[in-house]
């Protein structure tokens, strides 16, 4: 049932309301109900222009819609009623809900609420107010959340803070992660104060250009109460986070920290909705509400915080989000929110176009196909791979590290590479895919390459042999015509042969992209101030010298490994434990392992290079083996080794590359795959000096390669011979 703005408060809206859910609370015998609201809308544009034709809760994640991850998360912590505010493409929302299984819940009612005239989350919080929906304690969270935290344990806190204080009117739910985490927006820079004792917020500030952290000494003043009214006084010398004192115990303390996600999962009471009312200037719940409850003494509200460690909860707040959530769902992070479980129950009988029963089957290294699946004899379904059924895939064909859709039609000798392609997409035969997302009922056309970052809108089609630039986003839409950099907009674009579509130009954060960058590829169109040049070169150098820091100490730990001559496994458990904690990817691993292996090299004389180099890669090649996932993980080996092969000094290695490039292929580091991968990717530099250098080589591997595919057509056409003489059944 939809409540829509244009109903009155006191009226029609809140009676229709309350009368949907008197079922829900006549099961309930009397007891209070407990209520969620979902924000469906996220009122910002960090996914256009694909959330131009579909609102970003039902866009497709591991091929299921977002907003199912966070109805679940919701109806398994104990939630009874879900309101569902909806603003942008609320039809949409409320077509999807009412021909779901969310609409036929025995023990749960989820309801849209509509509004075409709210421009932000501090307006959807008055309008909800205003229908008198929500009456006690409610839970908030946005429409693009995937959790498994136990959510009764973060309510069960917040009732007993509650029942001895009426002012703790709002319980926020904080994630520990690192500061460069996976799943933490690079727009999100968050910095809390707490109290160690009652975990009461002090301190807030989510702004990555605010630079120094500057506390109120008010702040101190039920801590330093608590020191006084101690039984050793102020002289107890009280140590950081309530440790013991000289003579005697002294409890809590402030904490400052920069490693806690905010993951949007508030637990409120209804005075937050009245402080909205109240406050028609309120429209962002962090940088509005919270801070200004936090400084005001009038009201005496406090906000606490509820942290988990061993649980997962983000957000997908735009494309980087996207991406890192997709993996951890496909590495069983968010377990039990994996494909194989098939969380969510089917349909009613006959289905529907909203039918969300799905049926995976969990295979080693990380792969998910659906029933229905048709795969040729020859195709490639390699590691972390989602495969939706209906979707037919040919000869030759590669996908390594993807999600595709439904009833996808993929030809022959296709590559997908780290990509995300939606329901109905059809991919000609020798058509490249890397690190990209294809919506729904797009078309790339034969021979065409989409390249990292792309962004392909529903029912564009990449013409016959078009090779698009990197970061490309393309849409069916118009944008407005404006000469400013702060309006998104539409240009032509030459997208081939059969090609439709137009080139969006949005102004938006360069942290923003699926994939981070390679190249220094120019995504988006804007004139900073200096001051935000200013700031932007701080985080660069920040991030820098934490990746100097993580790099020095794994070559370090390696060279202490070979020294010592360490085990290939313990050496790799060791690297293993520094990327866990530094939160680092296998390619980050790697630019640290290949100094470490290479740097004593420097000091042998040239005629003994080759030997020493082969003796090397044999005995230590394997740790280098260790952290190779995927073809692109090998591709980033020899890139780390042409930029190890050209700093200053590392003559031997520059001359030496395709001999080095040969043995790694020798000894099984690296495949042919990758490395004319890599070439294909040097056609494109300025300096070709060591492309041409392995010239020979790389003519070798392609015929090889060439070879190699003629006997597998022999192959497949002994088998296709023998499968036409079986009898017909």
Known sequence: ?????????????????????????????????????????????????????????????????????????LASGGVQEIFVFCCSHAQQIKDYISQSQWSRMSNLSVKTLT???????????????????????????????????????????HKARRDK????????????????????????????????????????????????????????????????????????????????????????????????????IDICGPEVLFQFTDNFDYQDLRNDFLKTTMSSEILGHKIHTHIITGEYAARVKDLRTYN?????????WTYPLVPDNNFLPASAPGGTGNDLHTSYTYSRLM???????????????????????????????????????????????????????????????????????????????KGAIVPMGCVISFHVVVGQGRTLEPYTK????????????????????????????????????????????????????????????????????????????FTQEVTDTVRRGIKENHSLDNLALEINGLK?????????CINGILPGIFDHLLEVPAAQFLASSGAVLKRWGALLRKFLNSSDDQVDLIITLQEYSEKEGHNIFYTNFQALLHRMYEFDILEEEAI????????????????????????????????DEDDKYVWISKIQACVDKLPQQ
């Open 474 to 549: 393309l849409t069916m839409h118009e944008g407005e015509d404006a000469d400013d950099d702060d309006t998104d907009r539409t240009v032509d674009i030459d997208l081939g042969p059969g090609g439709r579509g137009m080139r969006w130009i949005v102004r938006t954060e360069p942290t923003n992209i699926l994939v981070p960058l390679r190249d220094p590829v120019t995504v988006y169109e804007s004139e900073e101030s200096e001051e935000e040049d200013d700031d932007e070169d701080d985080d660069v150098s920040k991030r820098e010298d934490e990746e100097h820091k």
């Open 115 to 157: 509004s075409q005239q709210c421009m932000s989350a501090g307006d959807a919080l008055r309008e909800v107010h205003s229908l008198g929906v929500i009456n006690s304690d409610f839970v908030l969270v946005s429409g693009d959340l995937v959790s498994n935290m136990d959510l009764r344990t973060a309510l069960a806190a």
């Open 367 to 445: 792969r998910y196909t659906e029933k229905g699946v048709k795969l040729s004899i020859s195709c490639m379904i390699e590691e972390e791979t989602v495969v939706g059924s209906g979707t037919h895939i040919g000869d030759l064909s590669t996908i390594r590290g993807s999600v595709i859709g439904r009833n996808c039609r993929i030809g022959e000798r296709v590559s997908i590479r780290g990509s995300f392609l939606w329901d109905g997409v059809v991919v000609e035969d020798g058509a490249h895919i890397t690190d990209s997302i294809v919506c729904g009922n797009a078309i790339i056309s």
């Open 165 to 264: 204080d009426k002012n703790c009117i709002m319980s926020m739910v904080f994630k520990e992660a690192a500061p460069s985490h996976r799943t933490r927006s690079r727009e999100d820079d968050t910095v809390v104060a707490l109290d160690t004792l009652t975990h009461q917020l002090l301190y807030f500030d989510s702004d990555p250009k605010t630079r120094n952290v500057v506390l109120d000494a008010s702040v101190f003043q039920d801590q330093m109460a608590r020191i006084a009214s101690t039984p050793s006084g102020p002289s107890g010398h009280q140590q950081a986070g309530g440790e013991q004192g000289l003579t005697g115990p002294i409890s809590g303390g402030v904490s400052v920290r920069y490693d806690l996600i905010d993951c949007n």
């Open 324 to 332: 890192s959530v997709t993996k951890d769902i496909v590495h069983r």
């Open 676 to 707: 004319l991968q890599w070439a294909d990717e040097q056609m494109n530099a300025d300096d070709k000096t060591l492309l041409k250098q392995c010239g020979k080589f790389l003519d070798w591997l392609k015929e090889a390669e060439e070879e």
């Open 580 to 588: 866990f904690a530094y939160d680092k990817t296998f390619t980050d």
């Open 1 to 73: 049932e939809s409540l829509k703005h244009s109903m009155p408060a006191e009226s029609k809206g809140a009676g229709k309301a309350k009368k949907a859910s008197s079922s829900v609370q006549d099961n309930l015998k009397g007891e209070e109900v407990l209520q969620a609201l979902v924000l469906a809308d996220s009122f910002d544009k960090r996914f256009t222009p694909i959330t131009l034709d579909r609102p970003r809760t039902l866009l497709p994640l591991v091929n299921v819609p977002l907003l199912n991850y966070t109805l679940e998360f």
